[in-house]
């Protein structure tokens, strides 16, 4: 199973629980919800969430969105990520397509270390 991945919080996660679908305000402001593929997802919760604590990663079966999944470049010119294409889905994502959720967590210089419990895909 080929993995793709979305960092929340655990409110968001909640919420997604009780209404079987997962939103992000990216959703609403730029049409799709961000995430990211296995060799990104640190450099963007480092880079994006730096400081931040209650994050969880949300891994997502690609195949269960794909329908949605386009992949594509950032928006910034210049950008040190514009080389990268990563994934954003254009849609709500069904609860059913997350197969694990992990905590984010720093280590003690505060960088976000890959969480233990999550495949990687």
């Not at 990216?26 to 995430?35: R, V």
């Amino acid at each position: 199973m080929k993995l793709i991945y979305h960092i929340t919080t655990g409110l968001a996660w909640a919420k997604a629980q009780a209404d079987g679908e997962v939103w992000a305000e990216s959703l609403a402001t730029e049409g799709f919800i961000h995430c990211s593929r296995q060799p990104q997802l640190l450099a963007v919760a480092n880079r994006f969430f730096p400081g931040a604590s209650g994050l969880l990663v949300l891994g997502i079966d690609e195949a269960s969105i794909q329908e949605w999944l386009v992949n594509e470049g950032p928006a910034g010119v210049g950008d040190a990520f514009a080389k990268d294409l990563f994934p954003h889905i254009y849609a709500p994502i069904p609860v059913t397509a997350v197969v694990a959720v992990a905590p984010l967590t720093p280590d003690v210089d505060g960088h976000f270390v890959w969480p233990q419990t999550l495949p990687k895909g």
